[in-house]
């Protein structure tokens, strides 16, 4: 089958395709008006179209009389050569056109380890309920992939888009507090500037050196610091279980610390500064000719209620 595609593809370089398939759709049916109501188009096309046909071959494909149409040796050879082709061809095409309209296939999705978290694996959960034809391949990672070289179809990204080569929709906007364990906090004067950070251990996200700068906003005061601690991670889970244990100060998403800052567990300081609000993106390589599995599924995110963003 490979060797015949690959015939067939040579003939296209000098042949066009369309008279192929009328001389097929001849051959198959044995007659040039059935073929011409098949194919929706006028007898004369039909005979035209197959004696272009044969006069770019310089064969004779079929004899044809007033009663009879029949194959000739060589017109019987080139029909077996290029029917099998030319049908996987159109079943391509058609799995092609049915993928772009039905929510279906393989749908590879990238996103941050903080929502490698029960609410968003149930709201996929759910999606996949919904669209029983989608099959998920889900990465969990803090890198920011390559969305072509990794075959992603779609990313979600909190922050800074540094690539202005794909296409972004924004899903809403998530802001982060400083927060302490009462366990750190024991024995110690709570900051009550920013500046006063400086002097305290922190626990960091993708530090440098365990040294990170930290930019608080209250209203339209701006402060930026420079913080350092003995422990830096990659990713904001590790950055509150090591808060939580008395570590040191941390910058975490509100959603990490909400239920936490209300059972007491950690302590909002300078509850009137906040990090500036942060941006939650979907992001993907291109924005034509979405299939109809990415656009169920950027119409799920920008329907559900998450707790990880408030809805832009």
């Not at 998920?136 to 990672?141: A, E, F, Q, R």
């Not at 900051?191 to 006063?196: G, I, L, Q, S």
């Amino acid at each position: 089958m490979v060797e015949s595609v690959f015939l067939l593809w040579k003939y296209l370089r000098m042949i066009d395709l369309n008279e192929i398939a009328v001389f097929v759709s001849v051959a198959q049916l044995g007659s040039f008006s059935k073929a011409a109501h098949a194919l929706t188009m006028p007898v004369s096309t039909v005979s035209r179209r197959v004696a272009d046909l044969e006069g770019q071959l310089s064969v004779t494909l079929l004899q044809r009389t007033t009663r009879k149409l029949t194959l000739t040796a060589q017109g019987r050879d080139y029909f077996d050569q290029c029917s099998e082709p030319l049908a996987h061809l159109y079943d391509a095409e058609r799995v092609l056109t049915r993928s772009q309209r039905q929510p279906e296939g393989i749908l590879r999705v990238s996103v941050p380890v903080i929502l490698g978290d029960p609410a968003f694996l149930g709201f996929l959960s759910d999606f996949l309920r919904n669209y029983t034809g989608i099959r998920l391949d889900l990465v969990i990672t803090n890198q920011m992939l390559d969305l072509v070289a990794e075959s992603i179809d779609v990313a979600l990204r909190f922050g800074e888009l540094k690539s202005s080569s794909i296409v972004a929709r924004k899903l809403g906007t998530t802001v982060r507090y400083v927060v302490g364990a009462p366990a750190y906090l024991a024995g110690r004067a709570p900051p009550r500037e920013p500046a006063e950070l400086a002097g305290h251990a922190c626990v960091l996200l993708n530090a440098l050196n365990n040294e990170a700068e930290w930019e608080l906003v209250n209203g339209r005061r701006r402060a930026r610091m420079r913080v350092v601690g003995a422990i830096a991670s990659r990713d904001f889970q590790s950055v509150s279980f090591f808060v939580g244990r008395g570590h040191g100060i941390g910058l975490l998403p509100s959603t990490y610390c909400d239920s936490q800052i209300e059972n007491g567990t950690l302590v909002r300081l300078l509850p009137k500064w906040s990090s500036a609000p942060v941006s939650v993106h979907a992001v993907y390589p291109t924005r034509k000719f979405l299939p109809e599995k990415m656009q169920v599924f950027l119409q799920a995110l920008r329907a559900w209620q998450s707790p990880f963003w408030v809805s832009a």
